[in-house]
């Protein structure tokens, strides 16, 4: 209960939430046209049901995610992975959603959410997973996070995807922000992978150096990017 009192926790809500919106704004467009078919009645239950088992499945890759990462140089791996999700945030690219089916039953419908946010969760696994190792605490105190996280993402994505899409499109600078986020979070999870502890003595200084390190790192490399395809269209 003394957790929930602590900035690192808090701060850590706000990663995951943040992640759940900038990385999940591609689920609500899977949930639309999943449940385009459906008739209107059941479009509500296709939408409830189909993001409730998403989440609850994204409960156990990220539970599993996390204990993998215990294991020598997977945070390294795990943290080049961030960087590259953070990065490709930033380079304007078509979704291409035209081969999701839409089902013109509920299950069917649910189903199909399921799935696809199973093949798309990747990278909030990842990210997730990253924020609550970074928060510190004992493992049963990480999966709290990540569940209390994910909870109050889920009526922001069912319910809010559309606004928050609509201002990233406004102001852009939200999605330049989202991925520094992840830069940062890759920054602070390769710091404490166990491979690098006999060399560096980690602090919390250490971990925001190497921070803004991975921060500054996305952006640099996401701008570089991005003026290059602007250029060659």
């Known amino acids: 209960m003394d957790a929930l009192l ?68 997977l945070k390294l791996v795990g943290a080049a992975l961030l960087l590259w999700i953070g990065v490709k945030l930033l380079i304007p690219e078509d979704e291409g959603h035209g081969d999701i089916k839409g089902s013109d039953r509920l299950w069917g419908a649910v189903k199909t959410i399921i799935i696809a946010d199973f093949v798309m969760s990747v990278d909030n696994v990842i990210g997730i997973a990253g924020a609550a190792q970074g928060s510190g605490g004992h493992e049963g105190h990480q999966m709290a996070l990540v569940v209390f996280g994910l909870i109050v993402s889920i009526p922001i994505i069912v319910w809010g995807s559309s606004l928050v899409l609509k201002m990233m499109d406004r102001f852009p600078v939200i999605i330049t922000a989202g991925g520094m986020l992840l830069g940062w979070i890759a920054g602070t999870l390769a710091v404490t992978d166990p491979v690098l502890a006999p060399y560096l003595a980690v602090s919390d200084t250490m971990r925001y150096v190497w921070g803004a390190a991975g921060a500054i790192l996305v952006y640099l490399v996401g701008a570089s990017l991005a003026r290059r395809q602007a250029a060659e269209t």
């Open 6 to 73: 602590t900035p690192d926790f808090w701060f850590a809500v706000g990663q995951i939430i943040m992640i759940d919106i900038l990385l999940g704004g591609d689920n609500a467009v899977v949930i639309a046209l999943a449940c385009r078919n459906l008739p209107a009645d059941l479009r509500r239950q296709g939408i409830l049901w189909g993001t409730l088992g998403a989440i609850g499945l994204r409960v156990i890759l990220i539970f599993f995610a996390m204990s993998l990462l215990a294991l020598p140089y």
